[in-house]
């Protein structure tokens, strides 16, 4: 086998495995973020899962250059509405209209199933709107599959002038 053919063996595994990408997962609840990590990898999700605790950390680690020096690609955020300091909806709006932030993908975690804030996200720009359960299995079994799916899809890479 060739370095070149190595080379994208690896990275076809890396994609089927969510490898490719970085989460970043912003939620204030300690016990949440444990949850949601562990039950993404159960899913099949391999990928590297920084976690932030607050509206603000997302923001300044996105926008004020924190990216450099990590191995952040591809990043995907999962995003909580009810955080300290920046709340989910102020993050929402201020990194998509940021041109260095607006092409990474929001996946909007609330429990919140209300249709005016669902439609409100959207609006504002996420790609994707989960309600978490209330019950503890169906809670664990919605963060299985977003981490079976986040196995096959893929997101776009970072410019070098972005992050």
Do not use: W
């Amino acid at each position: 086998m060739t370095t070149r053919e190595a080379m994208k063996t690896r990275e076809e595994r890396d994609r089927s495995s969510g490898r490719h990408m970085t989460i970043l997962l912003v939620e204030d609840d300690p016990g949440h973020a444990h949850l949601i990590e562990k039950n993404l990898r159960r899913g099949g999700c391999e990928s590297e899962i920084i976690r932030l605790g607050d509206g603000q950390q997302a923001v300044d680690f996105l926008q004020g250059g924190d990216v450099e020096g990590t191995s952040v690609r591809e990043p995907l955020m999962i995003l909580d509405l009810n955080l300290p300091v920046l709340d989910g909806y102020q993050v929402l709006r201020m990194l998509k209209k940021d041109e260095r932030t607006r092409q990474i993908p929001i996946v909007v975690l609330s429990t919140s199933d209300n249709p005016g804030e669902v439609a409100q996200c959207y609006e504002m720009g996420c790609n994707l709107y989960v309600t978490k359960p209330v019950e503890y299995e169906r809670f664990c079994d919605t963060i299985r599959l977003l981490g079976a799916f986040f196995c096959v899809i893929n997101v776009p890479e970072k410019e070098s002038s972005a992050l």
